[in-house]
Each structure stands twice: as C-alpha cells, then as structure tokens.
C-alpha cells in the first residue's frame, strides 16, 4: 500500500471538492472515507489513475452524506455537478488550501491546528506534541474549528502570518519526527516566495534551506542521531546553504526582522562553521536574545540556555536553564548536556536516562539511552 502516494494526493483530492460545492468539514471527512476505501481496495486492485478514482470515490461519499441531511432540489444540483470520469486536472491546490484552512472566522492557533490536521497530514498527537499541550485538549481545538468553518463560504482567505506558521510546524515535523514532510513544506515556501514579496517569507525559507542543508548528515548509516557537534560537514549540502544565506541576507537588508529570519541568522553562523569549535557562540546567543524578545518562547530560551553554555561556560547554562520550566520538553535533555560538560557525570548519566523516557520518539530516544550508557560506561572505568 503506497501510503506516500495516498498522502501526496489529499490536498488535490480536497481542493477539487471544495472548489466544486463542498463545505470544508464534509469534504475532508468524505476524502477521508475515500481514503479508508482505498487502504481497503487498492493492495489488491489499484487503479490506473489514483487521483481520478479518489475523487470520484471522495465525490460519492460527500454526495450520500448531503442527501442525508440536503432538500432534494439541492441534492439534485449536487448530482449533476459529479465529476466526468476520467483523469483528474493536474491542479496543485495544497496552497491555497493552507490560506482558506486560515479563515478570518478562526483564531490563528486554531487555523493552525486545523490545517495541520486537514491538509499537512500530521496526526493529533503530532500536533499537540508542537504545542505543547495535551493530545485530548488540541482534538477538541480541531473539533471546534471544523465546527466553526463548517458551512462557511471560503471566500476570505487567511492572513501571511498563520500560513507561515503552518508551514513552519509540517516542516519541524517532516525534519524531526515520524512523517517526512519537510520536502513538501519547501516546495509550498517556494511557491510563496515567488508570490508574495514579504520578508519573513524569505526568512522562512532560508531556515528550511538551511536546516534541510544538513538533513544527510543527521543520522548514522545504522539509523542513531548524530548531534551537530559531531556531524561529517562534508556531507552538508553547500548549494543549499549559499542559496539559504543568500535569502537571509536579502530579507536582512530590509530591516524587518521577524521571528524566522532571527532563526535562520542562528542556523546560518551553524552552517558558516568550518568545525564545532570554530561555532561563533557569542552571536548566536545574541540572535537568541533577539527571537527572545520577538517570540518570549520558552522554548528559545531552552535553546538560548545551551548556546550560553557554549559561549559562557556550562555553569553559566545550567544558570540560565535554572530560570525555566523543568516539565518544558527536552529540558532534562539539555540539563545532561550542561552537566557533562561541567564534569559531573554521574548527574548527567541520570538526567540523560531521565531524558529517554521523556523523549517524543525512538531515535531521540535511542540517542538519550546511549548517551547514557556512555557515561555509565566511563563512571565503571575509573
């Protein structure tokens, strides 16, 4: 079952249906019918024109949920609307449904939600796990914006601003976690930047250049993380790095900084080392002091904490890490760091078998329980 090819083909399957009639909530709910159908039907029979067959089968599944509730004049009209058999335009919709999922009629957290969950393909938990906050509290806020969108006419597009963040959340989790999604959240920042001339578009893109620029050497052949520090820089991707700094630089210029060109200048001065050591840890504490001031995020400033131990000593990171929220994600992780480098071993090796409990999936887990070992290992040796 070719799940990528199912994933690929929502946003399309969802933007056809909408453009032709459907309010938002039943066409997501009948693509996603249409999609369950295909899990079930295609190991066994895949059609020749996926697309086609999606549409038609998502098409019926809208038309029996309509005639449920629908008078029969609307329902006819329905009817006569049903798309021709045969291939499916090749119209790529996933865009400008990430602007109409950010309706004006919505909070900007809950577009954000909503989007993710309608057309980025993340799963609740997913989500929640980006916003901090509990599985059961953000399927309620996803609940509550297919309500309020429900019927709406999505004549209003949403603002810049949500979009962007939309985007920025499908690719953290296409770059970190169990869906790849970050390919496909710079093809659509692309698309954006060629049509909308804003900075923190630019800015935006440049991050995702950049980040993405280092992707083949995240992880060891067996599959582990591999930390920055200790990263084969020959295997970054220098054409994707000039074309991120270039980016950066031009939207620098214009004097508008925004949250994710503050985060590209720190991904650039990382991508700018010719070696860890050579880090310039002063200005990245610096940039970190600026996105502090623009996003007050406590997750910056867990961040913050560990360039400071870099540039500062790890005294002075386990001082700036004392000020915050011990239960914020990947604290204890960070923690272990600031205390291994301060000598204290034992500390560290707790903290980091504390840390792989906590962590949000298997690799990073995997990592944490090796670090932890490593030390264990070394405690045994003296």
């Known amino acids: 079952m070719n799940e990528a090819l199912l994933r690929s083909l929502t946003p399309s399957v969802l933007g056809i249906l909408v453009r032709r009639g459907a309010d938002f909530a039943a066409a997501e709910d009948a693509v996603q019918e249409a ?23 998502a098409w019926h599944k809208f038309l029996d949920a309509t005639r449920a509730d629908t008078a029969r004049r609307r329902r006819e009209d329905l009817i006569d609307e049903e798309p021709a058999p045969g291939p499916a335009p090749a119209v790529d919709d996933t865009l400008q449904l990430y602007f109409l999922c950010a309706h004006p009629s919505l909070t900007p957290s809950s577009a954000v939600a909503l989007t993710l969950r309608a057309v980025g393909g993340l799963t609740t938990r997913q989500i929640a796990q980006a916003y901090l906050v509990p599985e059961a509290t ?11 969108v429900s019927g709406v006419r999505f004549d209003r ?11 920025y959340l499908v690719f953290n989790e296409g770059y970190s976690g169990d869906v790849d999604l970050a ?32 992707r083949a050497a995240r992880t060891a052949p067996d599959g582990s993380l591999v930390p920055l520090a200790e990263q084969d820089r020959d295997r970054w991707d220098t054409e994707s790095i000039a074309e991120g700094v270039e980016i950066l630089q031009a939207a620098l ?8 060109q503050a985060q590209a200048a720190i991904a650039a001065l990382h991508a700018d080392a010719p070696t860890a050591e050579e880090t310039d840890w002063v200005q990245i504490v610096e940039w970190y002091d600026e996105l502090a001031r623009l996003t007050d995020s406590p997750v910056v400033r867990l961040n913050r904490a560990v360039a ?24 204890t992780a960070v923690a272990a760091y600031l ?8 500390t560290a090796a707790r903290l980091y078998a504390e840390a792989a409990q906590k962590a949000p999936n298997l690799a990073e887990r995997d990592h944490l329980t090796r670090q932890a070992a490593r030390l264990n290992a070394r405690g045994m040796r003296r």
């Open 35 to 57: 999609l369950v159908e295909a899990v079930r039907v295609w190991p066994a029979d895949q059609p020749r024109d996926p697309k086609g067959w999606l549409v038609t089968v």
């Open 183 to 214: 390919a496909e959240a710079i093809r659509l920042t692309r698309q954006l930047a060629a049509a909308i001339d804003h900075p923190e578009v630019a800015g935006l893109l440049a991050l995702m250049l950049l980040h993405h620029a280092r």
């Open 138 to 148: 953000m399927a309620q806020r996803i609940s509550r914006a297919k309500r309020t």
């Open 157 to 167: 597009p949403g603002d810049v601003a949500t979009v962007l963040r939309v985007l």
């Open 253 to 260: 210029a214009r004097d508008r900084l925004g949250e994710f």
């Open 339 to 346: 205390h291994e480098r301060d000598g204290d071993l034992t």
């Open 308 to 331: 400071v131990g870099e540039a500062d000593g790890p005294r002075a990171g386990l001082a700036a890490l004392a000020a915050l929220d011990e239960s914020l994600p990947r604290h």
